[in-house]
């Protein structure tokens, strides 16, 4: 039973996620959709690349020594086209990419050379090795391509192709089932009737658990009554890996998710020292993890940066995802904070010295407006007074 009188930090939420927390199973994926996901296991490479000798620019190919003189043009190399050996005295015209014919030990760029009827001149003191990309230059055989953990970029998907991987071994997406409570709460192209309102959570925490790694196995609205969030935990946790629930979980009549999870299983923290997002709720049933979200949109947005980016990055086995980037940047607001540390939601934007923090005017945790053009979030401590100028540390909201 989690205690719940007292605050608990963040980083006392982020220990108890870490808890027993280790990458899911590996599984091979097809390399066009591979990208953002985690490499389950380091990768060498198969062959050498650039896998030959090749020209590093359109023009001349030819024997350094042999520069200085006027060459007959022996052969034409495109990329993709086998290259016979060059003739002694003689130079090879070549385009970037074809590989260099055997002899030859350097590249003149076209624009320096003056084609004439009986050849090719090329101007003396070509150095040997100009204009060629050696073979194995980037990477030779058996060496360390990309070492597990890594999140594959778009740059990693190209640079496996290279190598020839077609498939890739990555970690199992996270499952994530995505539970809403609120009597009120309608889907947008329903009509409202009065006391309703849409359920913007559930489009911002699906987008948010996308981009943060997740399969998203279960969308699911739940009556307002303790028994339906029972019966809906129950039947989640027997089909994902983490359960997160948004609205709830503070101290309200129909506030049931606590007493839900702790009649199936654990709630391991309740309420943080942080604003928005107090009521969040942690725990776990069997193996499934469990984070009760609080229903504030913004405390929800809040929230999901904090603790399922590291969660979900740490089941995917992917390091870099346990804390958000962090910048200093010079305050632009003047604030005041009373007990908890406040999240505030700001834009930065780089003033050609250093960043500066826009503070949307209303932080209130029911305005998620204060979100949509935020690109960070500025961490004031609790207890404190910022004046305009002052640095702050902003946390990046880069998923
Ligand atoms: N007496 C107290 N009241 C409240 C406390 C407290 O400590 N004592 N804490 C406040 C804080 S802080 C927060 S945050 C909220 C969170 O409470 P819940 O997690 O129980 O959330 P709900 O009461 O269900 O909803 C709060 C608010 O958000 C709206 N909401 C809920 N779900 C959605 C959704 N999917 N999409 C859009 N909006 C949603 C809901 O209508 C409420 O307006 O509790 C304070 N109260
Ligand atoms: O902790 Mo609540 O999220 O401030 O409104």
């Known amino acids: 039973m989690a205690d719940g009188g007292r605050l608990h930090t963040p980083q006392e939420a982020l220990d108890s996620l870490s808890r ?53 043009v022996s052969q034409r190399i495109m990329a993709g086209q086998q290259a016979l050996p ?181 709630l391991d923290l309740w309420r943080l020292s942080i604003r928005p997002g107090k009521p969040l709720a942690l725990g776990h049933i069997d193996q499934c993890r469990f984070v009760g979200l609080a229903g504030n949109p913004v405390s929800s947005f809040v929230g999901a940066w904090l603790f399922l980016r590291p969660l979900l990055g740490g089941l995917q086995g992917c390091k870099e995802m346990h804390v958000l980037p962090e910048v200093t940047a010079q305050a632009d607001f003047e604030t005041e904070t009373a007990g908890r540390d406040h999240y505030m939601r700001v834009t930065l934007q780089w003033d050609g010295d250093s960043y500066r923090a826009y503070a949307f005017e209303d932080q209130d945790s029911s305005i998620l407006r204060s979100c949509v053009t935020a690109n960070a979030l500025a961490v004031i401590k609790a207890h404190s007074k910022i004046m305009p100028g002052e640095r702050v540390r902003c946390l990046l909201l880069v998923s």
């Open 20 to 72: 027993g927390l280790a990458p899911l199973a590996c599984e091979w994926v097809a390399l066009e959709v591979a990208g953002d996901r985690v490499l389950a296991q380091t990768l060498h490479a198969r062959h050498d690349t650039p896998p030959f000798d090749n020209s590093a620019m359109d023009g001349y190919a030819l024997r350094a020594a042999d520069s200085g003189k006027v060459l007959p």
């Open 86 to 266: 060059l003739e002694a005295g003689t130079c090879a015209r070549i385009f970037t990419g074809a590989p260099l014919p055997e002899g030859a030990d350097s590249v003149i760029m076209q624009e320096e050379v003056d084609v004439r009827d009986d050849g090719a001149f090329i101007p003396a003191g070509l150095a040997a090795g100009n204009s060629v990309r050696l073979k194995g230059r980037e990477i030779t055989t058996g060496t360390e391509l990309i070492a597990q953990g890594t999140r594959l970029n778009s740059a990693a998907l190209g640079f496996l192709a290279g190598q020839g991987f077609d498939q890739v071994p990555v970690y199992r997406k996270p499952r994530v089932g995505l539970l809403f409570t609120g009597d009120e709460l309608k889907l947008p192209g329903e009509s409202l009737a009065p006391g309703q309102i849409y359920n913007g959570n559930r489009f911002m925490l699906m987008d948010l658990l996308v981009r943060f790694g997740a399969e998203l196995s279960l969308v699911e609205q739940v009556p307002d009554t303790l028994d339906a969030m029972t019966q809906a935990l129950d039947r989640a946790s027997r089909q994902v890996d983490v359960i997160v629930t948004t609205g709830g979980v503070s101290v309200g009549d129909a506030d049931y998710v606590r007493r839900a999870l702790e009649s199936l299983g654990e």
